[in-house]
């Protein structure tokens, strides 16, 4: 089970999957493995070894291009809907209600109270 608090996981949004699967493969050794998505760019898990240790995918479809490339976390909650509120109370919100993902969780994106974005999820049972 994942522990609440701890970042969970980073995705790597770019302009150019290629060029960073060549860098991260060059410099730390990753290798990428394809998951095609329905409807959308494919999405890259990086793995070091047999582990998976981050993901990429293109941004030029999800996010406006005046956005650069940039890394994006993912922060593993006990309980989603009640740390959803326990933000909002104290000055961050919602950008994306909590979704879905089959096998990985439930995920909300959100804005803290600084105004850094960043995914918030429950992670589902391995």
């Known amino acids: 089970m994942a522990l609440h608090g701890k970042f969970y996981w980073n995705e790597l949004m770019t302009d150019d999957v290629e060029k960073a699967k060549a860098f991260y493969g060059a410099t730390l050794g990753w290798s990428f493995s394809e998951m095609p998505s329905e409807g959308g760019p494919s999405y890259y898990v990086a793995h070091l070894g047999d582990e998976p240790v981050a993901g990429l995918m293109d941004k030029t479809d999800i996010l406006p291009p005046e956005v650069p490339p940039h890394w994006f976390p993912y922060i593993n909650v006990d309980d989603l809907e009640a740390r959803l509120k326990l933000l ?39």
């Open 88 to 126: 909002e109370a104290n000055g961050g919100h919602v950008i994306r209600p909590p979704f879905e993902v089959p096998g990985i969780g439930r995920i909300a994106i959100v804005v803290d109270a600084t105004g850094a974005a960043m995914g918030w999820m429950t992670a589902a049972e391995m």
